[in-house]
């Protein structure tokens, strides 16, 4: 028993130590500063709004072996989550379970995703001084070999710069030798169409890849990809605060 607990006790200060390497790596990394978005606002700090998509009978994307979005959405937002929270943001959770947010007496699966959404942006746009972080997966089923990390930006004032350190973070710990550009969301999504705070969208991989799929899976690499994806906010923060 005494040693699986010092066993726990060294993986959990391995990861946070790496975690804090890592931040240290991007904050360090130069980017252009760019107007205060999330700074405290009548008294009030920024709460980062961990968006976990999907979830409960809505899997979302599904691999060619059944793997559903939703999961996988679900085991990254949390590890983001607790990061945040460890580099003390104040942080609130669409989620903490593989269910979905619905109202519960809903007869069809059209009324329970559109009242999800709905709730998902009722709960952004109560949140004062929010910023929004969703995770996803991405599916291409037409071409099986595309991979890799991409962000995507709403419209509203400092989800861009954000969706850029992010990106930044992303390319350089998970994209390497696939970088790729973050883009503005279409105005069909409605998630990101209707908060009024900034918001971005992570895909975090592609399920329509087998060996990207594989490596989803995989703690070690949730935790790389939440570590680059708290590190590129925490950066983000960082050059808003600096003289």
């Known amino acids: 028993m005494i040693i699986l607990i010092r066993k726990?006790?060294?993986l959990l200060s391995a990861l946070f130590c790496c975690f804090l390497a890592g931040l240290a790596a991007v904050l360090f990394f130069g980017h252009t500063p760019t107007a205060p978005a999330f700074a405290v606002r009548n008294g009030v700090p920024v709460t980062v709004v961990v968006d976990a998509g999907h979830g409960g009978e809505d899997g979302g994307a599904i691999s060619?072996?059944?793997?559903?979005?939703?999961?996988?959405n679900l085991e990254i937002a949390l590890r983001v989550n607790d990061l945040l929270r460890f580099a003390g943001q104040r942080t609130l959770l669409t989620r903490s379970e593989d269910v979905t947010i619905?109202?519960?007496?809903?007869?069809?699966?059209?009324?329970?995703?559109?009242?999800?959404?709905?709730?998902?942006?009722a709960l952004v746009n109560g949140t004062e001084n929010a910023v929004l972080l969703s995770i996803h997966q991405n599916s291409l089923p037409s071409s099986v070999v595309t991979h890799g990390a991409q962000v995507f930006w709403n419209r509203q004032e400092g989800a861009e710069g954000l969706a850029e350190t992010v990106q930044d973070a992303l390319n350089e710990y998970i994209n390497a030798g696939n970088e790729k550009h973050p883009k503005q969301i279409?105005?069909?999504?409605?998630?990101?169409?209707?908060?009024?705070?900034?918001?971005?969208?992570?895909?975090?991989g592609f399920l329509s890849n087998p060996e990207e799929t594989g490596r989803l899976q995989q703690p070690e690499y949730q935790r790389k990809l939440a570590a680059a994806i708290a590190a590129g906010y925490l950066?983000?923060?960082?050059?808003?605060?600096?003289?």
């Open 8 to 10: 726990r006790v060294f």
């Open 64 to 72: 060619p072996d059944g793997v559903e979005e939703s999961r996988l």
């Open 102 to 121: 619905a109202d519960p007496d809903l007869s069809t699966m059209r009324q329970r995703k559109v009242s999800d959404l709905k709730n998902r942006v």
């Open 235 to 243: 950066r983000h923060v960082a050059e808003e605060e600096a003289p």
């Open 186 to 204: 279409p105005a069909t999504i409605y998630l990101m169409k209707n908060i009024t705070s900034p918001g971005i969208i992570v895909e975090c």
